[in-house]
């Protein structure tokens, strides 16, 4: 019995060698804990996903609560992160972000949110739009090398601020008289229903007897400030 299985195990050692080349068990060795940590990552990126929807859309805190303002901008920011990288026909935008020390302010915290999408979402249409512009136009005075948005709080003795900034190509001051209507857009048509900030603008003033401000020179970029009463 035993010269019998000596004998099979030697003529099956040249079958188990050439499959053990053939799926490359050193590569799978060695390739299997990074899988493990890739798994790992993935999984903790889906929770932080899964966390900043639940903190930008507020949806068990439909009454004015509590609330810190930098976690409602990073949900935000977090949910626009696929917008922000760079893709094959444009660089990247870089988000720079000076955060001063900040009480929580009572507030709508999801039409707070709304209103930070709204402002960001806007820049990033903006930059995109100027560097198709600078890619494609030979004319264009206006070149974005490093296209950013900037997000700044500050606080004084009776309001938390926020300033939104892109450096884009900016707006004249005729669209700026406009920039709040109902249904005005400077979009192209199917791109922009001319609501967002529009909606934004009562948010801020109405629901939160603040102020939203749009402050922009054509060529030099555009910033929105917030303001919201302690």
Known sequence: TTEIYTLSLHDALPILQEEIEAIDIDFLVSDLPKLMK?????????????QSLRTFSRLDEAEMKTVD??????????????RLKGKHEHHGIEVIKQYENLPEVV??????????????ANAIDVLEESMIDCQYSADNH???KK???????TIDKHHIMVK????????P?????EIFQPFFTTKPE????????SISHQIITENHGGNLQCISCSGKGTEFLIQIPL
Do not use: W, Y
């Open 38 to 50: 890739s798994m790992m990552v993935g999984a903790d990126r889906i929770r932080e996903i899964v």
């Open 69 to 82: 303002i930098h976690d409602g901008i990073e949900s935000t920011l977090m949910i626009l992160q696929h």
């Open 107 to 120: 507030c709508f915290a999801g039409q707070l949110n709304q209103v930070f999408m709204n402002l960001l």
């Open 142 to 144: 206006h070149v974005i």
């Open 147 to 153: 296209p950013q948005i900037r997000i700044v709080t």
């Open 164 to 171: 939104i900034a892109d450096n884009g190509k900016g707006m």
């Open 173 to 177: 001051e005729s669209v700026q008289h």
């Open 190 to 197: 199917g791109k922009g229903t001319g609501l967002g900030l």
